[in-house]
């Protein structure tokens, strides 16, 4: 059964750093598209990162543009978000999927919550 499971959330001051892991079983995200999503409170879900399969570069929403950094392990089926200079509007629930539109993707995992806060 394939499962991606989302690590590292937590609490951080404004203008501090977490790194986010979208770990998979198998070899699901060689093959894939990643999406990186979240939403926040009374907000829809939107998408932050993706990462193509093929070669080619990470396109980013532009308010994470230079704050944020996907990248992927392929040995450990890892995909990794680091969140730099985090803002209280990047308080979410952070998700990764298997492609980068929500309504197609296969599997997604349950969320790391990240709270930015003082």
């Known amino acids: 059964q394939v499962q991606l499971v989302e690590s590292g959330g937590g609490l951080v001051q404004p203008g501090g750093s977490l790194r986010l892991s979208c770990a998979a079983s198998?070899?699901?995200?060689?093959?894939?598209?990643v999406g990186w999503f979240r939403q926040a409170p009374g907000k829809e879900r939107e998408l932050i990162a993706c990462?193509?399969?093929?070669?080619?570069?990470?396109s980013y929403k532009d308010s994470v543009k230079g704050r944020f950094t996907v990248s992927k392990d392929t040995a450990k089926n890892t995909v990794y978000l680091q969140m730099s200079n985090l803002e209280p509007e990047d308080t979410a629930l952070y998700y990764c999927?298997?492609?980068?539109?929500?309504?197609?993707?296969?599997?997604w995992g349950r969320g790391a919550q990240v709270i930015v806060s003082s």
């Open positions: 990462m193509p399969s093929i070669e080619g570069d990470t």
């Open positions: 999927a298997t492609d980068c539109l929500w309504s197609v993707a296969l599997y």
């Open positions: 198998g070899g699901l995200l060689r093959l894939s598209d």
